[in-house]
């Protein structure tokens, strides 16, 4: 079967087209004024060149692990922001980063392949796909999966192509950070909006597990890809399913906890109580992770182009299109704190070790935060 993508860098298009080809998008909400309920407060900062492309941070033993699209990789110590090392992938980077704390493996915009070890560039790889999902690094094994959502591993030591996985999907696939993760002995990948559990030795299907079904009436409306990173407490995931649904699966038992609709660009964040997430307008919503009732909804930061979130303490954090960090009450929904970064746009969901908050902007600017 043909299989078309859609690039990345077109997303707002497909979603003005999802919305009814909009002429403009409404204006971001203006910022109330915040009285701050909780402390906080910038701890240190650092700078890549830009993030001009889907960046998840790694956090591995109390370090922040990062890519800039000149090709640098750094480890950051959580707590002082001092370099633990830096190395670079020799090009532009298009997905990236993975790491198991002394590996790190991204992929670069001429569909390399590139692992390094403690920052020395080790082996390389040519791969037959663009990719934009960050590679997977675990069990003596990289995992990388292209926008056509094949799963390719590869030996961590050597670079030895091991496996390819494929699973019929459907003709059209989005370009944008899927769902590549681990459970236990198995890989994890979102294949459209199915869960898909695979052998990381042989590369062959454990099991399947539908998290929604696709609606509309053509291709693009029908586009439902699960987004990465997923929420993961013990055995239950949650993720959501590009502009269709946010829902949670009993990966041990098999079965869907529940799936809620919910239209949505990014991936939704979470804990052991609530799911977190902005839908296309950026109204943000909190579900109780148990059953998927609503409990929330805060409606002040709308159009303002939310990053995806993280749960942390008593807070659930928001990054926005002006570097602006949003810090709303886990129970309530409340704005408690707002912290500003360099202007530019947040591109990933902040990332917690230990007490650190990082930050990650277009420009490159690396802020860490410490809220008490």
């Known amino acids: 079967m043909r299989r078309l993508h859609l690039l990345a860098a077109p997303l707002a298009c497909v979603a003005a087209l999802l919305a009814g080809c909009a002429a403009d998008k409404p204006k971001p909400a203006a910022l109330d004024a915040v009285a701050p309920q909780i402390a906080g407060r910038q701890v240190w900062q650092a700078r890549l060149d830009s993030v001009q492309f889907p960046l998840g941070v790694v956090v591995r033993n109390g370090q922040f692990i990062v890519a800039g699209t000149d090709g640098t990789v750094l480890a950051l110590d959580a707590a002082s922001g001092r370099e633990a090392w830096r190395g670079s992938a020799g090009n532009k980077i298009s997905a990236g980063v993975g790491s198991d704390g002394r590996h790190a493996a991204v992929v670069t915009r001429d569909n390399e392949l590139v692992v390094l070890d403690q920052g020395a560039k080790g082996w390389s790889k040519a791969l037959a796909s663009r990719v934009v999902t960050a590679p997977l690094v675990a069990g003596g094994r990289v995992f990388v999966m292209g926008v056509d959502r094949v799963v390719h591993a590869f030996d961590l030591q050597d670079g030895a192509r091991l496996w390819s996985a494929t699973r019929p999907g459907e003709a059209l696939t989005l370009a944008q950070p899927g769902l590549l993760t681990a459970y236990k002995d198995t890989l994890v990948a979102g294949i459209g909006a199915v869960l898909v559990g695979i052998d990381p030795t042989k590369g062959s299907v454990r099991w399947e597990l539908p998290l929604t079904s696709p609606r509309g009436t053509n291709e693009v409306e029908r586009l439902n890809d699960l987004l990465g990173p997923v929420v ?50 950026d109204r943000i919503s909190a579900w109780r992770a148990a059953n998927g009732d609503l409990a929330w909804t805060n409606e002040r930061l709308l159009y303002r182009s939310l990053s995806a979130p993280l749960s942390t303490g008593n807070a659930v954090i928001f990054g926005d299109l002006e570097g602006q960090v949003h810090f709303l009450s886990r129970a309530e929904g409340k704005l408690v704190l707002r912290l500003p970064t360099d202007g530019s746009p947040v591109v990933a969901a902040p990332a917690l070790a230990g007490n650190t908050v990082l930050v990650v902007t277009r420009n490159g600017g690396l802020f860490a935060f410490r809220p008490e």
Do not use: I, Y
């Not at 990966?251 to 977190?276: H, I, P, Q």
């Open 232 to 281: 993961r407490v013990g055995d239950v995931v949650c993720a959501r399913a590009f502009q269709t649904a946010v829902g949670c699966a009993d990966l041990a038992k098999r079965s869907v906890r529940w799936s809620r609709n919910a239209g949505g660009l990014n991936a939704v964040g979470g804990d052991a109580e609530f799911v977190f997430g902005a839908d296309g307008s």
